[in-house]
Structure formats: structure tokens, C-alpha cells
T-cell receptor, first 112, second 113 residues
């Protein structure tokens, strides 16, 4: 039972353009959402989060959008840089501070 | 501040052998998690500690996996005996108090032959 789904296994984007990574969830109890970035041989690194009371959160080049009615969130990276090439995981929890449920990840490749 | 430390980074064992992983959390982080990440999948929670007490171990295969967090700081995860399907990266994550993002260690890559 996949409660958090990242339907695109990979995405390739040209340097300087926008990268959009998508995530869908099925559990309506989820109210806190996070994005993590993972490089090979390293643990996931926290990128940005959003609570269900918001529909947008921005941090520098990274913006997360939440559409609760559609149970969908997305991560926008503008402009994309080669160093952004990594695996991006979407995660959700049913209560702030509760366990995280992760998606399978999307491999982002930013071409220079 | 120093990050989450894990050791060993890599381990190769034969099936039916035992193995143990160690995690040292970020100082002051009361909550500690162990995750299993199988290739091509996202991390899956095995166990959650709050200080030295277990909060959630519902997804821990207790017939072969065990974990402890003595004195509410370091934690160890043990597998005994290992199976082929236990091949994965084992990630430790910690959180300051209840809430906020989790911070992950580099993981231990286990290969069971």
C-alpha cells in the first residue's frame, strides 16, 4: 500500500531551466510534507517542508506547492543547477513529529 | 554542529550470520529513527525511539531484528540471523524534539550473500 507516490522515476532538465518534481499521496490524515535530496553514498538531506495549513513555501531556489484537494505536492527548482542532480524523495507524516512515509524517489539530472 | 554518525559504512555477511549497526545522534536530539532503504525504494521506518523508550516498532521484524537505545543517546540495530532480503541501506535519523525535520546519517550498506 503506497501512501506516497512519486510516479516519475527520473527527470532530465537543462541547466538554468525549471525542474518540477511531483508527489501524490492517498492518506488524508497526512498534514506535514517534506522533500529530501540524496546524493550517492550519503544519507538524505532535508530540503524544504510544508504544513497542511499552507499551500506554498519558498526557500531560495526551492518552492514547494501543496494542493490538498488533489492530494498532490510539487517541488520547483528555479533555476536548476548541475549540483542539483540527485535523487529527490517526497515524505509525509500524519502528525508533526510523527513517523515519515517516503515515496520511491525521482532521479533528477541537470545537464550543463 | 556534528551530524548523525553511523558505523560501519559497509558490511558484507553470509546469510544466517549476525550483524550490528551503530548510530550516534546529533547532540540534544531526543527522537531517533532507524529506516531500511531497499534499492529503488524510499526509506521505510523500522523503529522510533523517544529518548530511550520505543515509540513505534510496528514495522520491525522482531523475529530477527532488535534495537536498543541505552541512556537515550547512541543506538544499535541488530539482525540475527540475516536473510538475503535484508540487503539494503540502514539509515539512522534524529530529530530535536517532537516535530521538525529529521536529519539522516550516511547509512550502512548491508550486503547479505
Amino acid at each position: 500500500d503506497q501512501q506516497v507516490k512519486q510516479n516519475s522515476p527520473s527527470l532530465s532538465v537543462q541547466e538554468g531551466r525549471i525542474s518540477i518534481l511531483n508527489c501524490d499521496y492517498t492518506n488524508s490524515m497526512f498534514d506535514y510534507f517534506l522533500w529530501y535530496k540524496k546524493y550517492p553514498a550519503e544519507g538524505p538531506t532535508f530540503l524544504i517542508s510544508i504544513s497542511s495549513i499552507k499551500d506554498k513555501n519558498e526557500d531560495g531556489r526551492f518552492t514547494v506547492f501543496l494542493n490538498k484537494s488533489a492530494k498532490h505536492l510539487s517541488l520547483h527548482i528555479v533555476p536548476s543547477q548541475p549540483g542539483d542532480s540527485a535523487v529527490y524523495f517526497c515524505a509525509a507524516s500524519a502528525e508533526y513529529g510523527n513517523k515519515l512515509v517516503f515515496g520511491a524517489g525521482t532521479i533528477l539530472r541537470v545537464k550543463s | 554542529e556534528a551530524g548523525v554518525a553511523q558505523s560501519p559504512r559497509y558490511k558484507i555477511i553470509e546469510k544466517r550470520q549476525s550483524v550490528a549497526f551503530w548510530c550516534n545522534p546529533i547532540s540534544g536530539h531526543a527522537t531517533l529513527y532507524w529506516y531500511q532503504q531497499i534499492l529503488g525504494q524510499g526509506p521505510k521506518l523500522l523503529i522510533q525511539f523517544q529518548n530511550n523508550g520505543v515509540v513505534d516498532d510496528s514495522q520491525l521484524p522482531k523475529d530477527r531484528f532488535s534495537a536498543e537505545r541505552l541512556k537515550g543517546v547512541d543506538s544499535t540495530l541488530k539482525i540475527q540471523p540475516a536473510k538475503l532480503e535484508d540487503s539494503a541501506v540502514y539509515l539512522c535519523a534524529t530529530e530535536r524534539n517532537s516535530g521538525g525535520p529529521q536529519f539522516f546519517g550516511p547509512g550502512t550498506r548491508l550486503t547479505v550473500l
